[in-house]
């Protein structure tokens, strides 16, 4: 089972304080987007987002942490992964002590010099160690969150279940839309 996993998995830029009052003058709104440079934080207003999608089923699970630690994302990891998987990654140092939790960790360098994207380990064409899958999905979750103009922080994690649900709802039967909108069992004539 081949998983991929981002690293540092990819910071939110949420709007900060979207939709509270700002009766402190000491606290003004922000102008225009979160500048703050490096990797995010719940305190700096850029919480991080874990992924890890199952290359086999296409099934994502999405996570809002308050950092980007080993603390915080290996026993995601292990959580979200089966024990015998083989977890891509990037060179993200959190994620070293997968190995130490029975996953196979192989990981693609993307830092600069010389960066790698994807690779062939095997020899067979076939460019396998990529984390690409994941990256895919970050393209979609920004886009998905684009059409709300800034989601509030506290807020966020609704919103990420929202995409990793249709995401995985690969297709909308009629039970389940009859499960929606609690018509019951009756088949309507």
């Not at 360098?109 to 076939?126: L, M």
């Amino acid at each position: 089972m081949r998983i991929d996993s981002s690293s540092a998995m990819r910071c939110i830029r949420t709007r900060g304080k979207k939709g509270q009052k700002h009766a402190d003058p000491a606290d003004p709104p922000r102008r225009r987007a979160n500048k703050v440079r490096g990797h995010g934080t719940w305190k700096l207003d850029r919480p991080p987002v874990f992924g890890i999608v199952g290359r086999e089923h296409s099934q994502i699970r999405l996570e809002v942490t308050p950092d980007h630690t080993r603390k915080t994302l290996c026993p995601l990891a292990e959580q979200f992964s089966r024990p015998d998987a083989t977890v891509n990654t990037d060179e993200w140092v959190a994620y070293d002590p997968l190995a130490d939790h029975g996953r196979r960790r192989v990981k693609v360098k993307h830092a600069r010099p010389n960066p790698e994207y994807a690779r062939d380990d095997d020899g067979d064409g076939v460019r396998e160690v990529h984390c690409n899958t994941i990256e895919g999905i970050w393209t979609g979750l920004r886009n998905f969150l684009r059409i709300f103009r800034g989601v509030n922080k506290e807020y966020l994690k609704q919103y990420v279940a929202i995409f990793e649900w249709s995401h995985n709802l690969k297709k909308a039967t009629d039970a389940f839309l009859r499960a929606l909108l609690g018509a019951g069992t009756a088949v309507a004539t």
